[in-house]
């Protein structure tokens, strides 16, 4: 049973960096990321990461966020700099099967962790 569990959100100010963690257990796919979801809107991409470490970013968060993962302690990272009050959301890391090729929106991932808060304020 695969299991997902978020950790290292917090309560920021704008400029100021986070890094989230996203323990994975009984996962041997290829493919795993991050969303996010801002009240009142819909769960949206923020990177994603797959077996070749090839990522992809959300323009809102390119040259700002940095997806990685640690193989050897199934953990999936996201390092996030420059924050905005925008970036204040959920964060969710999710994982699925196959690859990570185009798989950008919330049906296409089967496995998802209880998310972590992350406030950012100006």
């Known amino acids: 049973q695969v299991q997902l569990v978020e950790s290292g959100g917090g309560s920021v100010q704008a400029g100021g960096s986070l890094r989230l963690s996203c323990a994975a257990s009984?996962?041997?796919?290829?493919?795993m990321g991050w969303f996010r979801q801002a009240p009142g809107k819909e769960r949206e991409v923020v990177a994603t990461i797959d077996s070749y470490s090839i990522t992809y970013y959300a323009d809102s968060v390119k040259d700002r966020f940095i997806i990685s993962k640690d193989n050897a302690k199934n953990t999936l990272y996201l390092q996030m700099n420059i924050l905005k009050p925008e970036d204040t959301a959920m964060y969710y890391c999710?994982?699925?099967?196959?690859?990570?090729?185009?798989?950008?929106?919330?049906?296409?991932?089967?496995?998802w962790g209880q998310g972590t808060q992350v406030t950012v304020s100006s």
């Open positions: 999710a994982a699925v099967g196959g690859g990570c090729y185009g798989r950008r929106t919330v049906d296409q991932y089967n496995y």
């Open positions: 009984g996962y041997t796919g290829d493919c």
